[in-house]
């Protein structure tokens, strides 16, 4: 029946249980749906919000309707569409501003001269178009008026027109990118810490119960210290997954979010760098959580990790305006910081697939390396009950 | 299945644990191991387990030396007991099961099994936190046999335990010997190692001192000699051979002798002196030999 087991199989079983422990907490099914509800709630508002620049401003002419017939044609060449509707007389227009329905009311007085009353003030975008108009109206009669057939100067003038060239373009799709940014960099940040810390309280947890001493005569360190690296980082995966597929996908879906490519790119590329970036510091929270012999002393030894990836954190932020500034783009080779500043790169379209894949590679050397570190770390500490350990006793020999 | 402990030897810092420590435990025998605090019984059982490494020496089961693949046929019960706190007690065992090799439906099967025969069969469903102190002593019996171990090592299986528990422990590691199975336990309820043990092993400062069976250990120590021979003269007993130490105590003379010593010949030196009303032998109990090779 006690078959030789393999280190697959018995990383499996330990990584299964974590996993399966965690997912089956009543806090985690919990929380996660609130966070997931308040991501497509979040969204959509936002989506509605902005939705509001899309209602066309609106206008009613009294008489004139040459005027209403320019006003609509000028407004759809600014793209700037407005909604034009006739006025029986200045009074309704008045009454009709004064309740809000109509932005402007246009009537003609004595001359060329146009009276536009509004609630207040008159947007800046529609009065230049009004002047445009009334112009341009006045402009096409007084043509008229002197045989000149107005159709005809308007096909001359057609061809005068600015062609932009500009040096630095602007990205159409900055602003999106921007909010990809910010999102992927806010939640690497939180699940890095959190998994991360999940894996400290796991370990301190088999310490502080004892059941190590019992896990142990089964298992080699690195086999628990690995099932359970690989358990938590799933949950951790999962969870981020559930998080970017249901904000992608409401964005898409509601409209917030157009660059459909660029948004499946970042989000595949934060799930990628979130797996490094949680293995890298996912050892070192091992070794910590291994160091202490109760919950509460945790912080003690795992303090200095938090502060890294704060750090992290602040960097990133920091650098979302202005991803190729040098000191950024720097860091963003170096280990840890590259599985956040990366994804921020990725998102913002300044990362080649060249610094992708050294970084990638970069990270992996990094986590190798303290892999073994953290694993002498954690072997030599986890069976070591009382007070904390320090990292000398953790490190020597 | 024969446990051998060979030579094992352990260093904490300057603090000698463990210096050459040897025994067997062989099929189907109940070994008792005892020792003060200190004088290093979890330190050889945890090497036992491999959780702790030996300096130098060697465990072997039946002559292989033990490796994680035969590590995994041993059933264990840590000094230090230890469950996830928060985990279901059905769970758990089937967990620890699997982690010894067993697949899901032998893990489902023993575990129904043991927590039937430990009688916390209505209890699997709740966590081990939610467990009174005697009904979590039984699940971490549980745990160690579970797998259906080949070898049984448990550090202190009766400290802490009530009266009724005490049986069923016992119960169960006199039923695993009888399987064949070698066990080994450690304890400092002496009369009761007197009562289940085949051998016991005693342990001080990290050496063992005697091994062998109660009746072995107690005839190898020094017996006790109680003699009332009313008319016998001062100092009648000094240099007769075997007796090392003599008392007066009123009439009756209370003689220490040492192994082996015949005590027809003093019976025949008491009778010289006079008549004799009381001669009575009595051999050490596992606590006053514990005490005599302890104080050594």
Same mark, same amino acid.
């Given at each position: 029946m006690s078959a030789p087991m393999s280190d697959t199989r018995a990383i499996a079983l330990v990584a299964r249980r974590e996993f399966v422990t965690q997912v089956q907490k009543k806090s985690f099914l919990i929380s996660n749906a609130i966070v997931l509800v308040a991501i497509v709630v979040g969204i959509v508002v936002a989506s509605v919000l902005s939705g509001g620049d899309e209602e066309r401003p609106t206008i009613g002419v009294v008489g004139a309707p040459a005027l209403s017939a320019t006003l609509e044609s000028l407004g759809e060449a600014v793209d700037t569409p407005l909604e034009i509707s006739e006025l029986p007389d200045a009074d309704t227009g008045r009454d009709r501003v004064a309740a809000g329905e109509l932005d402007v009311a246009l009537v003609p007085g004595s001359g060329n001269t146009v009276t536009a009353v509004t609630e207040s003030d008159i947007d800046t975008d529609v009065k230049a178009l009004l002047d445009a108009a009334v112009v341009q109206q006045a402009q096409t009669e007084a043509l008229t008026a002197r045989g000149i057939d107005p159709a005809e100067i308007a096909g001359e003038v057609s061809s005068a027109t600015v062609v932009v060239e500009a040096v +630095?373009?602007? +990205?159409? @799709?900055q602003g999106q990118r921007m909010v990809l940014s910010i999102a992927a960099v806010a939640l690497l940040y939180m699940q890095i810490l959190l998994f991360g810390t999940y894996v400290a309280m796991g370990v301190v947890e088999e310490k502080s119960s004892r059941v190590v001493e019992l896990l142990l005569s089964t298992l080699r360190p690195l086999q628990l210290l690995w099932g359970k690296i690989l358990g938590i980082g799933a949950v951790g995966l999962v969870q981020l997954a559930a998080y970017g597929v249901v904000g992608v996908g409401a964005s898409l879906a509601t409209g917030t979010l157009t660059i459909t490519g660029t948004a499946l790119g970042v989000l595949a590329g934060t799930l990628g760098w979130f797996i490094l970036g949680f293995t890298f510091f996912a050892v070192l929270y091992a070794a910590a959580g291994s160091?202490?012999?109760?919950? @509460? /002393?945790?912080n003690s030894t795992s303090g200095p990790l938090m502060m890294v990836i704060l750090v992290m954190f602040f960097a990133a932020f920091s650098s *979302? /305006? /202005?991803? @190729?500034s040098g000191w950024s783009t720097t860091l963003s080779w170096i280990p840890p910081f590259s599985a956040i500043l990366m994804p921020l790169r990725i998102a913002a379209g300044v990362a080649t697939p060249m610094q992708i894949l050294v970084t990638i590679v970069l990270m992996l050397v990094a986590i190798a390396v303290l892999s073994v570190v953290a694993a002498r770390i954690y072997q030599r500490s *986890?069976?070591? *009950?009382?007070?904390t350990v320090t990292w000398k006793e953790a490190l020597g020999r | 299945m024969t446990l051998t402990i060979d030579n094992l030897s352990k260093r904490y810092g300057d603090k000698t644990?463990? =210096?050459g420590v040897n025994f067997e435990v062989r099929p189907g025998e109940l070994f008792g191991f005892v020792g003060s605090n200190g004088a290093g019984k979890t330190t050889t059982m945890r090497i036992v387990l491999g959780v702790l490494a030996a300096d130098a020496g060697e465990v072997r089961i039946d002559g292989r030396p033990v490796d994680l693949d035969v590590r995994r046929t041993i059933g264990y019960m840590p000094e230090e007991r230890g469950l996830?706190?928060?985990?279901?007690v059905g769970k758990q065992l089937t967990y620890l099961a699997r982690l010894h090799g067993l697949s899901k439906s032998e893990a489902h099967d023993a575990v129904e099994r043991w927590t039937e025969r430990l009688g916390i069969a209505e209890r699997v469903? =709740? $966590?081990? =936190?939610?467990?009174?102190l005697g009904n979590q002593q039984r699940v971490q019996l549980a745990a160690a046999l579970v797998h259906d171990p080949k070898v049984l090592v448990l550090d202190?299986?009766?400290?802490? &335990?009530d009266p009724v528990a005490v049986d069923v422990m016992s119960e169960v590691l006199l039923q695993k010997s009888n399987d064949g199975v070698p066990v080994i336990f450690s304890s400092h309820q002496l009369d009761l190692v007197q009562r289940l043990c085949d051998r016991v092993g005693i342990i001080s400062a990290g050496r063992m001192r005697a091994v062998g069976t109660v009746d072995e250990l107690r005839s190898g120590g020094d017996a006790t000699l109680v003699v009332h021979a009313p008319q016998a003269p001062a100092?009648?007993?000094?240099? &007769?051979?075997?007796?090392t130490h003599v008392e007066y105590d009123g009439d009756r003379t209370v003689l220490t002798l040492a192994p082996? $010593?015949? =005590?027809q010949q003093i019976l025949k030196a008491a009778l010289e002196t006079g008549p004799v009303h009381e001669f009575s032998l009595r051999q050490p109990s596992l606590t006053e030999l514990f005490r005599e090779v302890v104080a050594a």
């Open positions: +630095d373009p602007p +990205d159409p @799709e160091m202490v012999s109760r919950q @509460e /002393d945790v *979302i /305006d /202005d991803p @190729e *986890i069976l070591r *009950i009382g007070r | 644990a463990l =210096d996830y706190p928060k985990m279901k469903g =709740d $966590t081990v =936190d939610s467990l009174s202190e299986p009766f400290s802490g &335990l100092g009648w007993a000094h240099g &007769l051979p075997g007796v082996g $010593t015949d =005590d």
